[in-house]
């Protein structure tokens, strides 16, 4: 659940906490107060644009942070797999947007993608305002709504394996059937490319093989000579002596101290294994200077063919000899398909029918989840809409065979409703009204109650065009979400619905130094009283609207004087 809500300079909010209840709680203030702040705030941490004009004025950063405990197990997993453990099962998820358009997005305080904090953020909190009631309008979206409902996922995830399988064959087969002209063209341009890598037969590693020759053929002459005098220098020099005819001397000449130097003959054999290191050292340098041929520029010129013919290749086939030879595995292994079009043809036909016949099954035992899935969900969305004072609607999910498979079955899923007694079933998108959507959405998430995976549901203005009887009926049924283990925060202008709150924030704006700040804070039972009077008479409270008031909480299956959970 959401345990604590920060919010800095994010429009007219410049420092404040939200503090929600674990159960029920409504946000309640007058228009303009900064409630649809905080529900922003909220929104920056489910990953929506950060638009700067949320900044508040004169201010250079912006932070929201979202502090939540006793996370569900799929949030708790889905972050492990981050490499982010739950702290005492809680998580802190945090946004920054700065005046440059910068955002950063951090999970326990560890930078992530904000593609992964939406991620994670949908498996904690759901918000369900105006623009989400919308969704219901969207046929498109209520396939998910029932899939959710009819527990299919496992077969769905077999139908899709099917289905990527069976449009690769497709795809292989329109290749095939292709025009004869353009096969034909195909076959002759992979045979010629082929045949060009062919020809070179490059190798790996030759190129810089090639590279160091190239080196000692232009520097054939310098080498030669260098090389020439190291081996004089060290071994053997006709016109003098060497360093080894010299040290070959020194060792006889110890040796004839033999009797008069106790170390001699260690001596001896020091300038030995010196003498042999410097003969080593010449025939190395002697063997890796001989270019081995006697008109170096004829090889030279054969190098630089062979480097301009691998270059060649390079630029056409791959940067490197490995993707050159891939480039030719490929190239021979859709030349041999081309080649034997048709037999292969015929295979593919074999293989996509009888895949096609798997994806039939897998298809059946999805259709039949979601038809019994529909029936009991048409029954239970049926049964709350008769409490929200919506008794003589009818809903009902229509499940129609598809003409072909689609990537999530062969079926397509419409909510339809008919919202008076002898009128037909019409889709939503015709007939239902701001009121009866937010109604139907209510009655989704209660009929979704013990499916429900995120630990917090936020509704923004459920109570918008509905009146006080049904707001009543809103607020018990909210009351009961919440009665089942969900939070829920509920921003309302219903009396009603705040009565039933088990904790009451209230949002104000006040005037600081000539600015305008919001601030939000936990109601005393007494203060509820003159809250939802304000909100039953307007500005001017009554005894009248206190009455009122006092009779909607003592109606309030909520205790009132539920002490402060700060």
């Known amino acids: 659940m959401l345990k604590e809500l920060y919010i800095n300079n994010i429009a007219i909010i410049k420092s404040e906490r939200v503090c929600p209840g674990a159960a029920l709680t409504v ?8 409630k649809s702040i905080i529900i922003d705030s909220v929104g920056l941490i489910m990953g929506e644009r950060a638009s700067r004009e949320l900044l508040r004025t004169g201010e250079e950063k912006a932070t929201v942070s979202a502090l939540f405990e006793a996370v569900g197990a799929e949030a708790s997993a889905f972050a492990a797999s981050l490499g982010i453990e739950p702290e005492d099962g809680a998580l802190l998820l945090q946004r920054d947007i700065t005046d440059k358009g910068v955002s950063a997005a951090r999970v326990n305080g560890r930078t992530v993608p904000l593609s992964i904090m939406r991620e994670l953020a949908e498996k904690l909190i759901s918000i369900h305002g105006q623009h989400a009631n919308q969704t219901l309008l969207n046929e498109e979206n209520h396939m998910g709504y029932l899939d959710a409902f009819a527990d299919c996922e496992s077969e769905k995830a077999e139908f899709a394996s099917l289905y990527a399988h069976h449009a690769d064959i497709k795809k292989r087969l329109s290749e095939l059937v292709r025009d004869e002209q353009e096969k034909e063209r195909t076959i002759e341009l992979l045979k010629y490319q082929i045949g060009d890598i062919d020809a070179v037969k490059p190798r790996d590693g030759e190129e810089e093989e090639l590279k160091e020759k190239r080196v000692k053929l232009q520097n054939a002459e310098k080498i030669a000579k260098h090389a020439k005098l190291i081996y004089r220098a060290l071994y053997r020099n006709d016109k003098g002596f060497s360093a080894c005819d010299l040290i070959e001397k020194a060792e006889e000449a110890l040796d004839g101290l033999s009797g008069v130097i106790a170390d001699v003959p260690s001596f001896i054999e020091t300038l030995t ?4 290191r410097i003969e080593d050292i010449a025939e190395t340098i002697r063997q890796e200077c001989d270019i081995g041929v006697k008109n170096p520029s004829e090889l030279l ?9 691998i270059q060649r290749l390079r630029r056409k086939y791959g ?3 490995e993707e050159i030879l891939a480039y030719r595995e490929r190239a021979a292994k859709k030349l041999k398909e081309l080649e034997g079009a048709d037999e292969l043809a015929e295979d593919l036909e074999n293989e996509l029918a009888d895949i096609r016949i798997q994806m039939k099954a897998a298809a059946a035992k999805i259709t039949k989840k979601r038809r019994d899935a529909a029936k009991m969900l048409e029954q239970k969305v049926t049964g709350e809409l008769a409490f929200l004072d919506m008794a003589k609607v009818r809903f009902h999910i229509e499940v129609t065979p598809l003409p072909d498979f689609s990537a999530a079955g062969a079926d397509k ?4 409703v008919s919202t008076n007694p002898g009128e037909p079933l019409l889709p939503l998108s015709k007939i239902a009204s701001g009121g009866e959507l937010s109604r139907m959405m209510l009655a989704l998430k209660c009929a979704f109650a013990d499916k429900e995976h995120t630990g917090t ?20 049924k909210l009351h009961e979400v919440a009665e089942n283990g969900t939070q829920v925060i509920c921003v309302t ?7 039933v709150a088990d904790t009451h924030l209230f949002v104000s704006k006040t005037e600081t130094d000539g600015r305008t700040e919001s601030a939000v ?8 009283v003159m809250e939802i009077a304000r909100i039953i008479g307007g500005a001017k409270v009554t005894e009248q609207t206190l009455a009122a008031a006092r009779e909607l909480l003592d109606a309030s299956p909520a205790v009132i004087t539920t002490p402060s959970h700060k």
């Open 457 to 476: 549901l936020i509704f923004d203005e459920i109570d918008t065009g509905i009146s006080g009887r049904t707001s009543h009926k809103i607020g018990v």
């Open 319 to 321: 940067g490197t000899t």
């Open 27 to 34: 946000l309640t203030g007058e228009t303009g107060a900064g």
């Open 493 to 499: 202008h219903s009396p009603q619905i705040a009565a």
């Open 521 to 528: 804070r936990e109601l005393t039972p007494q203060e509820r």
């Open 301 to 309: 010129d054969k190098i630089e063919d062979r480097l301009d013919s």
């Open 273 to 276: 294994d010196f003498r042999y």
């Open 413 to 416: 899923i419409g909510f339809l």
